[in-house]
């Protein structure tokens, strides 16, 4: 019973996959794994926040913003707010003037189109559950 | 009429390279092309753009020629972005809505304006057969499922996520610069971390504010064995805690113990077990061999 049922779900996740791989060509699309996070932004009046991890790896190991400053590998799970940046908390832990450039560039990191959801870009589960073509 | 003959040469060579017998429909398509993709800037002014019928802002730019001009266009300066934000548009699109744009200068000026009736007929009927151009949607694209390569690692100003219109975005680097000096792979950014790392094209902090301590790994492989044709899977601790801490993996994600969790294909690609970070942001599921490394003796 139980291998049946993890046998469908198995042949699910191929199936969706293969159909998905359409939706690549559709977008422009933006870097593989920038972060989207909007659990606030659009309701504050803000662009919501874009995270590089690109970016950030040529400069840290995941180990320093994942074991050391306590971000869980969760898009839009950390609640992060600009009350807990300003105390170093997150983002803050660094874009505070020492390590690098401070809360007052608003636009580099409020930074997405409007209305934009939460997510990782390009992730394998945000093609699966995209409509195929298009 | 001083205008007209600046403006001449450009018409000439603009004709020269486009080669196409419906000029109208290249005006037409310019106009297209502006108003969807170049208005938002050049129409108001922002970010310094030069303005749209302002004749004063393109004199000094003008003169570069209209081939420069478009080259810019193409591949941006300063806070001008790479096509002008649109990566769907072709080299010719541009093309068309560079001169729509310097024609129109000349009709705010008042001088004779380039109109499309002037154009000397005997140039165009004197070129070879026209080239190919993409001004309507192909649809025999070359990679019709596949973003082509000209899509891949695009600026943040025309990724779809980053906001255009936001003044921070035009600052924000370009992937392909920063990746310009590393080994390239076929999925995910399109640049192979691990051989990047190991070639020092790259040097990421192991702590927040101590640039000189470097990582602690574990030389530890953990086979996995594959029923079928595919090749088994050879975990390695090795990569993993270049980058990762142990606790990034265990318990929460792997009990620490070979052969103790349940892995499957399935599993990773809904993003659990390797498809943590698989898929996310390591490279994607798309390069099999990387996981399934180890072939399986022949029979």
Not at chain 2, 179 to 199: C, E, I, Q
Request: proline share 8%.
């Amino acid at each position: 019973m139980l291998k049946k049922r993890t046998n469908l779900r198995r042949r699910l996740a191929w199936m969706i996959s293969a159909g998905a791989l359409a939706v690549l060509s559709g977008q422009a699309g933006a870097e593989y794994g920038d972060v989207v996070i909007n659990n606030y932004s659009d309701q504050a009046g803000m662009r919501p926040a874009v995270f590089p991890h690109w970016f950030h790896r040529i400069r840290f190991r995941c180990k320093v913003c994942h074991a050391d400053l306590g971000f869980k590998f969760q898009a839009g799970g950390n609640d992060i707010t600009m009350l807990k940046i300003i105390d170093g908390e997150y983002c803050g832990a660094c874009h505070n003037g020492d390590v690098a450039w401070s809360v007052e560039n608003c636009d580099l990191c409020h930074s997405g189109k409007p209305g934009t959801k939460t997510q990782v870009h390009e992730s394998t589960l945000q093609k699966l559950v995209a409509p195929a073509g298009k | 009429m001083h205008g007209y003959s600046k403006i001449l040469p450009f018409v000439l060579s603009s004709v020269a390279i486009v080669a196409v017998p419906e000029i109208a429909a290249q005006t037409e398509r310019g106009a297209e092309v502006v108003k969807i993709s170049c208005t938002s800037c050049h129409g108001p002014g922002i970010l310094g753009a030069p303005k749209l019928g302002v004749a004063e802002d393109w004199k000094e730019r003008r003169a570069k020629g209209l081939d420069e001009l478009v080259k810019r266009t193409i591949e941006g300066f300063n806070q001008m972005p790479p096509r002008g934000g649109n990566v769907n548009l072709s080299d010719a699109d541009l093309r068309a809505a560079v001169e729509f744009i310097l024609a129109g200068l000349d009709k705010h000026a008042e001088t004779p304006a380039p109109a499309v009736a002037e154009r000397p007929a005997t140039v165009v009927e004197a070129k070879p057969a026209p080239k190919p151009t993409q001004r309507k949607q192909p649809v025999n694209n070359f990679n019709r499922l596949m973003k082509p390569a000209s899509k891949r690692n695009p600026p943040p100003a025309a990724d779809g996520i980053h906001d255009p219109q936001n003044a921070g975005t035009t600052i924000l680097q370009h992937p392909k610069e920063a990746f310009s000096p590393m080994p390239k792979s076929n999925s995910g950014n399109r640049v192979d971390w691990v051989k990047a790392l190991d070639a020092g094209d790259l040097n990421p902090r192991f702590v927040l504010d101590d640039p000189s301590k470097t990582a602690v790994t574990l030389d530890l492989n953990i086979v996995r064995e594959v029923k079928g044709s595919m090749p088994d899977v050879v975990y390695p601790h090795k990569q993993h805690t270049e980058w990762l801490d142990c606790s990034n993996c265990h318990p929460a994600i792997f009990i620490p113990k070979k052969g103790a969790n349940n892995i499957s294909m399935a599993a990773i690609l809904l993003g659990e077990k390797c498809g943590v970070c698989h898929g996310k942001v390591a490279f994607p599921v798309a390069e099999c061999r990387k996981c399934h490394s180890k072939n399986k003796p022949k029979q």
